[in-house]
């Protein structure tokens, strides 16, 4: 039996919760009426009240640990939100036996044929969208805990303080990233080029050379990211397609040179955000246009293997000043910054290609330039 431990009545003077009963004319006195409920702590206790992009950790009956991005805040006892390209239901299960528990039900998918994304990126669609689809496997049924984590507009104002983290590249020797810090990267280096901290910034949109490493545009809020970057004033974007076609990965780049010459540049040979660079000019190369600093480029080069000459840094420098002789000025969205601002994607992609054929090639030390610099 339930005890009266769990049992509140509440009180409420507003027209909804009471209703108000008048006594004989002659009192002019009226008797609220009290409005009681069964309260259980326990199960007041599971509602969890979240926001859209709120960013909640699971526990999974097995021990494991899933990252879940709130799509709708729903009534603290039911909500909806997106896993590695599901849209699933929770719903908060009253059993006494768990301190709390959670089943999923998939309702959908994400991004959708006709999103703003896929219009975008015309090669997700068919085939490619549905291996992106299938390729995180079912959720699991029953999660045993959630918990709030990180909001997109902490991070926001994290990057409005202070952006050298998502910005700056890797300082060889830094503190190894926190698992929160690695899995929002990729938003954080969104947010950077929407707040005019960064130029240019690649994301990849479909890893087909290692998928152990899962889908990188799953990671927290990159989807939605991907879309406002699309929809901001003066960003631009180009697919890039990785040799073979194993991996697809978006350059979003400002509308203003260099950036404007130097994105288009980077999908002319097929660079892809999460595979490494093979040569050490290349890793030079797509570090500067990245816009991280030199100590850490240049750092990080002599961490993986060398190759680092005077030589190669003389060679990277000519070959982006004849890509574009502006020099990079930010934020890029201040009024006043340098570089002359292209018409679109088809004028920033044609004057990359014009110039790239004027760029002196280094011979061998340009073989295996796909990959991406000291994230």
Known sequence: MTSLANWKCLKSVRADNARLHCKPASTGRYIKCIKCSVYDEKVAAQQLFTQPFDLLLAKTSSGGTETLQVLEGGDGATFTALWKGHVLRLTAMHDYANEESWTTERIGAYPLAGSDLVRAFPSLQGRLLEDLHSHSGAPEPVLTSLSNAYSLTQLQKEVAENASFWCDGTRPGAPEKTAMQSLTLTAGELVSLMQGKRGVVIV????????????????????????????????????????????????????????????????????????????????????????????????????????????????????????????????????????????????????????????????????????????
Do not use: M
């Not at 679109?344 to 030390?365: C, Y």
């Open 204 to 375: 990849q949109l479909w890893n087909g050379f290692d998928r152990s490493r899962g889908q990188p545009v799953y990671d927290p809020w990159v989807v939605d990211l991907l879309e406002a970057a699309l929809r901001t004033p003066g960003v631009r974007a180009v697919p890039s397609v990785a040799p073979g076609g194993v991996g697809l990965t978006a350059v979003l780049f400002a509308d203003k040179e260099p950036w404007n010459v130097w994105g288009p540049h980077l999908a002319s040979f097929g660079c892809q955000a999460n595979a490494v660079a093979g040569s050490a000019y290349y890793k030079v190369l797509i570090g500067k246009i990245l816009g991280y600093s030199d100590e850490n480029i240049y750092g990080y080069v002599r961490s993986v293997g060398g190759g680092l000459t005077p030589d190669v840094i003389s060679q990277v420098d000519a070959d982006l000043k004849k890509l574009s002789k502006a020099k990079p000025k930010l934020p890029w969205n201040r009024e006043g910054s340098r570089g002359k601002k292209a018409t679109g994607n088809s004028a920033a992609a044609a004057a990359a290609a014009g110039n790239s054929a004027a760029v002196k090639s280094p011979g061998s030390q340009r073989r295996g330039g796909s990959g991406g610099g000291p994230r």
